[in-house]
């Protein structure tokens, strides 16, 4: 009977997550391969390598991850620039500015208060889930560990490279392949029609299915990131990134979210401040306000207005 409305929906789930499944496996093998050439410089026979290997390994293992990952995006770079682009131009029409200018009218400093609260959630969020984590006895999330101080005094060029990789690099690529694509395909999957007496914001949400969609991307970017610590923390995270890339309109949001999360955790790492911070009281500082963040911000974006 031709291109039904199911099957039309499962060949654009497929198109959204060839790309994340891709890019996942292409990283693997990469990384895979930079251990093995990592574990050939460990043993080398050759003193110079031997010792080279073994005082910066933490900054090898480090650029090792990042080039997988830059290598693993460029591959998919063309087609998310045309997603983001064909994103912003939609959000450009004079009918969904006016739409999204509503929603964003109630938020206290409009749009840049909406960034405001999607920033303090994501950096209130970042720190709170990574202690609850610590606090259960789940293995520390990697850049989040609480033995990171003892790797940076005996491999002092790690700190650089892991605020220029970690805080700069891995984000904007990251959010290119599980936002920049598999978020913003799978919001044509699952949109539906709006529906009367719903609030804007919430009509907006559902017609452009975004909810679903930040949900399934966030969890592929749980998956990608391959145990259970940097799963829950990537779909938490990735979640709030979807969303601010639809209430916002913009792609850089996300990238801009995602680095400064990763760069608090840097820094309290780093610092040795995460180990003083894994209590029940810290945890509740950062978790709850990180929450109440995100639900004041919903709450305003509702705003009261009814969709006609």
């Known amino acids: ?93 004079p009918k969904m500015e006016g739409a999204w200018e509503t929603a964003v009218h109630h938020v206290p400093g409009g749009a840049q208060g909406a960034l405001l609260f999607l920033l303090a959630s994501a950096l209130f969020l970042s720190a709170g889930i990574n202690i609850l984590l610590s606090l259960t006895g789940v293995t520390a999330l990697a850049g989040a560990a609480s033995d990171m101080t003892q790797n940076t005094l005996s491999d002092p060029t790690y700190p650089v490279l892991a605020v220029l990789l970690y805080g700069l690099l891995t984000p904007a690529a990251e959010e290119l392949i599980f936002r920049g694509l598999a978020f913003l395909r799978l919001r044509a999957a699952f949109a539906r029609k709006e529906e009367p007496r719903r609030t804007l914001f919430a009509s907006l949400l559902r017609a452009f299915g975004t909810v679903p969609a930040a949900l399934f991307s966030a969890a592929l970017f749980a998956l990608y990131h391959g145990n259970l ?40 790492s780093l610092t040795g401040l995460y180990n003083d911070l894994v209590t029940p009281i810290w945890c509740a500082c950062f978790l709850l306000p990180g929450l109440l963040f995100f639900a004041l ?12």
Do not use: K
Not at 297 to 308: A, E
């Open 1 to 93: 009977m031709g291109n039904t409305p199911d099957r039309r929906r499962r060949e654009q789930v497929l198109h959204a997550l060839v790309p994340a499944f891709a890019f996942t496996l292409l990283f693997e093998i990469l990384g895979t391969l930079f251990s093995v050439l990592l574990g050939f410089l460990s043993g080398s026979q050759n003193t110079n390598l031997f010792v080279f290997a073994t005082r910066h390994a933490q900054s090898l293992q480090a650029v090792g991850g990042a080039v997988s990952c830059a290598v693993s995006c460029a591959v998919f770079l063309p087609a998310a620039r045309r997603e983001i682009r064909d994103f912003a131009a939609s959000r450009r029409t």
């Open 229 to 268: 610590p940097q799963g829950i923390y990537a779909f938490v995270l990735g979640t709030l990134f979807a969303l601010s890339v639809e209430i916002t309109g913009r792609f850089s949001t996300a990238v801009f979210l995602h680095s400064a999360s990763n760069l608090l955790i840097l820094l309290f």
């Open 297 to 308: 911000l919903v709450f305003f974006l509702q705003g009261g207005v009814r969709s006609r």
